[in-house]
Nanobody
Framework: QVQLVESGGGLVQAGDSPRLSCAAS????????MGWFRQAPGKEREFVAT????????VYADSVKGRFTISRDNAKNTVYLQMNSLKPEDTAVYYC???????????WGQGTQVTVSS
């Protein structure tokens, strides 16, 4: 069984640079693609970033490209989302997700709230 637990959210100021973490249990982390998604109030969940199991070739949504960085530490079963130059429109619940063997997003965390004040 896989469990994902996000941390690092909270109330921040515009321009701040917090880092989200997602710790995964189970044995599938190192063989899985990892991703971050977010859902703002009244909106559908949207893709933010993804990273392959090897840690290379990250992909970002256009809205965060150049500001957010996804990384992973397979030894710690943890994926990170470094968020720089935050804007109020980045306010959302951020979820990490795991895709075993790079397939579909089969596992989700409970989410962590990030609120950006102007």
């Amino acid at each position: 069984q896989v469990q994902l637990v996000e941390s690092g959210g909270g109330l921040v100021q515009a321009g701040d640079s917090p880092r989200l973490s997602c710790a995964a249990s189970g044995r599938t982390f190192s063989i899985s693609r990892m991703g971050w998604f977010r859902q703002a109030p009244g909106k559908e969940r949207e893709f933010v970033a993804t990273i392959r199991r090897s840690g290379d070739s990250p992909v970002y949504a256009d809205s965060v490209k150049g500001r957010f960085t996804i990384s992973r530490d397979n030894a710690k079963n943890t994926v990170y989302l470094q968020m720089n130059s935050l804007k109020p429109e980045d306010t959302a619940v951020y979820y990490c997700a795991l895709a075993p063997y790079g397939g579909t997003w089969g596992y989700w965390g409970q989410g962590t709230q990030v609120t950006v004040s102007s």
